[in-house]
C-alpha cells in the first residue's frame, strides 16, 4: 500500500499537469476560457441530443459553436432530419444562432468523398499548426465534398487570407467557403 504523501504527492502532480494544459489551452487563443468551455459545452450538449435522435445520422453532422452562434454542416438523408437538427439545436441553452448549412441528399449518392474529405481536413489543419502567423486553435475547418469551410476568428484580414491561402492550395481542394471572422477586441 503506498504510503499517504505518495497518494498526495501523485494527485498534487496530476492537478499540477491539468492546470498547466489548461493554462496553454486558455493562452492558445484570445477568447477567455469561459467562452470557449462555454462553446464546448454547447457544442457537446447538441452532438448529444443529435446523437440520442434515431431519425438523425449525427456522424454526418458537424456542429461548430463561435460565441453561442452555431453552424450546422453536413449531410442527412431526410428534410425532417435537416429540420429536426436545428431544432435540437435552437433548443440547448446558451445558443444564440443557429446557421444551418445541412444538405438533404439521396441515399443512393455515392460515399467515397468522406475518405478524402477527412484527408483534406487533416492536411489544412497540418498546414494551419504549421504556420506560425496563425493560431489553429481558433480556426475550425470542416471539408464537404471536396468543399472547405473555414469558420472561427483571427487577429486581421491578412490572417484569414493566409488561412483560405492555405486551404485552396491543398490537393483535393474544390472550393473554399471562408466564414473566418476578424477578432475585435
Avoid at 454547447?42 to 440520442?52: N, P, R
Avoid at 428534410?79 to 431544432?87: C, I, N, S
Avoid at 474529405?117 to 475550425?140: Q, R, V, Y
Amino acid at each position: 500500500m503506498k504510503s499517504p504523501s505518495k497518494r498526495h504527492g501523485g494527485l498534487f502532480l496530476a492537478c499540477a499537469v491539468a492546470t498547466v494544459v489548461g493554462l496553454l489551452v486558455g493562452c492558445a487563443t484570445n477568447r477567455t476560457a469561459g467562452r470557449q468551455l462555454d462553446d464546448g459545452t454547447i457544442t457537446s450538449k447538441i452532438q448529444s441530443k443529435l446523437t440520442a435522435d434515431p431519425e438523425i445520422n449525427s456522424t454526418n453532422i458537424d456542429v461548430d459553436t463561435f460565441e453561442g452562434a452555431v453552424t450546422l454542416r453536413g449531410e442527412v438523408e431526410k428534410e425532417y432530419a435537416r429540420d429536426e437538427a436545428e431544432r435540437l439545436a435552437r433548443d440547448t441553452r446558451g445558443v444564440v444562432d443557429v446557421d444551418n448549412r445541412i444538405q438533404v441528399v439521396s441515399a443512393t449518392a455515392e460515399d467515397d468523398s468522406t475518405v478524402s474529405d477527412g484527408w483534406i481536413t487533416t492536411k489544412i489543419k497540418s498546414k494551419l499548426t504549421a504556420d506560425p502567423e496563425l493560431n489553429p486553435f481558433n480556426i475550425d475547418v470542416d471539408t464537404l465534398n471536396g468543399v472547405v469551410t473555414l469558420s472561427g476568428a483571427v487577429a486581421s484580414e491578412a490572417k484569414r487570407a493566409e488561412a483560405e491561402k492555405l486551404a485552396r492550395a491543398t490537393k483535393g481542394v474544390v472550393d473554399v467557403v471562408n466564414d473566418l471572422k476578424i477578432r475585435t477586441r
